[in-house]
Each structure stands twice: as structure tokens, then as C-alpha cells.
């Protein structure tokens, strides 16, 4: 009994960062990290909004329906181009040590939270004291024609840990009026950045020991960026 017990809170953490509403209709594709556009002089700059901005993540177990959490993650800051209301490059950058877990706090529950959260800045996953930032930088933004429920394709480098990844998922943004709204929902696999801990993916042995604590290696990812037009600078 203890042994299961300890197993549970081992196993509890195994889910990685970034609202719990699950799109399981997109995975991000991923590939090698790719060139990012130059800067264009005549883009306009807008200013990521941090306090209106937010990065949701929401992992589930494998083999049991009714576990899952969620959590966020800070942008620390962020900047985005645009010429003719279609955006041409920017970056944002991502406080890894304000990993939070949503669900456990809300239900009052810090003990285990905060068990959680730390499991989740440890080296057995985002080693925060070594890796305190992650950054996202746009390689590519193409209009998506013919499709109701997406704008957008996005493209980008996430690099966590210093692995640079190039992953590309579909989304929505609105530009009008000197403010920016992007939105996009979508899974990646969080071995991809060598997060391991847990993951049936990378550790199968797992599977035979505690088989209802395997946590997915998909976790889904919720983007709500928001950006206001810097004031053009006389040249």
C-alpha cells in the first residue's frame, strides 16, 4: 500500500506545462528547427499584452478516463511584426519558473500542489534553475483558406531546455485597429524536448509496474496571445 501510494505521487507530476479545453482534432507537426523571416522595416511592432496573454497546458493519464490537470505558464515578454494586418515575424518569451497547476489549487488541495508544481521544475523535468526561460519565435504565418474553423497555420521554434524544435499548428488571429488577438489549441509530445519522466513513449517498463499512472506523452497546449500596436518611431 505504501509502495502504490508513493508511486501515485511520483506519478502525479508526470505531466508537462502550458485551458483544459481539448482540441483533439489538431496535433502540432514537428520538425527541425527552421530560419526565422528577417526583420522588415516596414512591419509595424506590437507589444505582447503579458497580463491579457496567457499559455494553458492540460495533461490526462493514459489508461484512466477520469484523470487529467492543468496548469499555466507566464509570458515574460514578447513583441510581434505586422504589415497589412498579417503577421510577419515576432517572439515571446516564457517564465518557466511560473509553472502553476490550476486544478489542485482551486481545490485547495497545496500540499500536493505544491508536491506538484515543484516535481515540475525539478530535473526530472524542466530543471528551472538551469533552464529559467523557454521561447517561441514565428518562422512562417500562411492565411488558411476554405476552412470554417481556423484562420491561420502558425509556424515556429519552441526551444525548452535548449532543444529548438520547429512545430507548426493551425489557429486564429484577428489584427484591426492597433490590436492583435491569436488563439490556437493543439498537442505535442513532450519527449520532443526530452521532458521523460513518465512517459510510456520513452520508458515502457512502466507499463507492466504501475500501468494506471502512465501519463500521456501528448499534452495539449491553449494559446491566448494579445498585442497592442507600438507608436511608430520617426526615421
Not at 484523470?67 to 515571446?92: A, L, P, Q, R, Y
Not at 498537442?187 to 512517459?199: A, E, F, K, L, T
Request: glycine fraction near 6%.
Amino acid at each position: 500500500m505504501k509502495k502504490n501510494f508513493l508511486l501515485l505521487l511520483l506519478a502525479l507530476p508526470a505531466v508537462m506545462f502550458m485551458s483544459s479545453c481539448k482540441d483533439k482534432d489538431q496535433n502540432a507537426e514537428v520538425a527541425d528547427a527552421q530560419d526565422a523571416p528577417a526583420a522588415n522595416l516596414s512591419s509595424a511592432q506590437y507589444l505582447v499584452n503579458i497580463n491579457d496573454s496567457r499559455v494553458g497546458w492540460f495533461a490526462e493519464k493514459k489508461f484512466v478516463s477520469d484523470w487529467n490537470h492543468s496548469g499555466t505558464i507566464n509570458i515574460s515578454s514578447g513583441t510581434i511584426d505586422v504589415k497589412d494586418n498579417e503577421i510577419t515575424g515576432g517572439e515571446f518569451t516564457l517564465d518557466m519558473k511560473s509553472i502553476d497547476n490550476v486544478d489542485l489549487r482551486e481545490k485547495g488541495d497545496m500540499k500536493m500542489h505544491d508536491k506538484f508544481v515543484g516535481h515540475l521544475k525539478s530535473p526530472d523535468f524542466f530543471s528551472v534553475d538551469s533552464f529559467p526561460t523557454a521561447k517561441f519565435v514565428i518562422t512562417k504565418v500562411s492565411p488558411v483558406t476554405g476552412d470554417e474553423k481556423y484562420t491561420h497555420e502558425i509556424s515556429g521554434n519552441l526551444t525548452i531546455k535548449n532543444i529548438e524544435k520547429n512545430i507548426t499548428f493551425k489557429g486564429n488571429i484577428k489584427v484591426g485597429n492597433g490590436s492583435l488577438n491569436a488563439k490556437a489549441n493543439f498537442d505535442i509530445q513532450r519527449s520532443w524536448w526530452n521532458v521523460r519522466w513518465g512517459s510510456d513513449v520513452l520508458d515502457p517498463s512502466l507499463i507492466d509496474d504501475a500501468k494506471d499512472m502512465i501519463v500521456k506523452d501528448e499534452v495539449n497546449m491553449d494559446l491566448n496571445i494579445s498585442a497592442t500596436a507600438l507608436p511608430k518611431t520617426e526615421s
